[in-house]
């Protein structure tokens, strides 16, 4: 009887496994000496749901009566969900994810966005900060152009490198979340940017927005900012290879010019295919989104 190979996998991808109901054993493995990664795990539940999805339906029975326990209300999903579901675990378990967190120091560039008049009214202007990340995120789209790609043939080494630049802003919704495109970002100012961010949310949330805009994108921001939350792991929004993740700003006592200063910080989650971007450049790309939103950047940005 020949000897069961020996299945290599290190802990965290055997419990990464194990809580997507995957057996190790059942996953070919494609790193050196059929080493099995997250990747392959991924990749062997998205072909289990695609052999599933392929079988006739069936109503599935659910594992509890839940009302055995105390009394529940059955709700429906909404339909924004409904739809993004399927699109949702796509994303999740066909790019291998990886989640940079960093933090900016935004504190000259929200005392200058605090600091804004009309220039005929004298009245001060309410400019939000996702204003000055998009056109942060532009600057930096174009010093690390594989971050506004898609991957066109991964076996064969392809990619497309897009020479526009069309940003995702994620808009909560009552009807759930959205996420149409800013079209041409990088030809705007921040007034134009800020006012077309009010004009695509009140869209979304009237449902008036037309459906060609949920598509051909560059890169998607998703900011918590008016919410509340520091860091988060943001889903990449599929067949993008970035999304740039938004907390909610704050000040801390930070080392700046040799002394203790309150400083306000933002925090940034940046998720990436690692696929075709490595750790290295992301951290660049972060630094680069910092810089533009740091003291020495803030007013260039506005104009």
Request: charged fraction near 25%; aromatic fraction near 8%; charge should be positive.
């Amino acid at each position: 009887m020949e000897k069961d190979k020996k299945i290599l996998a290190t802990p965290k991808v055997r419990k990464f496994a194990r809580e997507l109901g995957a057996n190790v054993s059942d996953i070919q493995g494609t790193e050196r000496k059929g080493r099995i990664t997250e990747y392959d795990v991924k990749k062997y539940i998205t072909n289990q749901l695609s052999a599933e999805s392929a079988k006739p339906s069936k109503k599935i029975k659910s594992e509890f009566n839940h009302s055995e326990f105390g009394e529940v209300e059955i709700k429906d999903i909404p339909r924004v969900k409904k739809i993004a579901a399927p699109h949702l675990v796509n994303s999740w378990t066909t790019i291998p994810h990886v989640t940079h967190h960093d933090e900016a120091d935004i504190t000259e560039m929200e005392e200058f966005r605090n600091s804004i008049t009309d220039t005929f009214t004298g009245e001060k202007k309410k400019i939000s900060p996702l204003a000055f990340i998009i056109k942060a995120l532009v600057g930096a789209l174009k010093l690390f152009p594989t971050f506004n790609s898609s991957i066109d043939d991964i076996e064969n080494g392809k990619i497309v490198i897009k020479k526009y630049f069309h940003i995702g802003i994620a808009v909560d919704t009552p009807h759930g979340l959205m996420v149409p495109k800013m079209r041409n970002a990088n030809n705007k100012n921040i007034n134009n940017i800020n006012n077309e961010i009010r004009i695509i949310s009140e869209k979304c949330r009237n449902l008036k927005i037309d459906k060609k805009e949920f598509f051909g994108g560059s890169m998607t921001v998703t900011s918590l900012g008016g919410i509340g939350g520091s860091f988060f792991t943001p889903i990449i929004n599929y067949p993008e290879v970035a999304i740039l993740g938004v907390g909610r700003s704050s000040k801390k006592q930070i080392l700046f010019n040799g002394e203790f200063q309150a400083r306000v910080m933002l925090p940034l989650s940046l998720s990436y295919d690692h696929r075709i971007i490595d750790g290295a450049e992301a951290a660049k790309f972060c630094n680069e989104i910092k810089e533009n939103l740091g003291k020495n950047f803030a007013y260039k940005l506005a104009v």
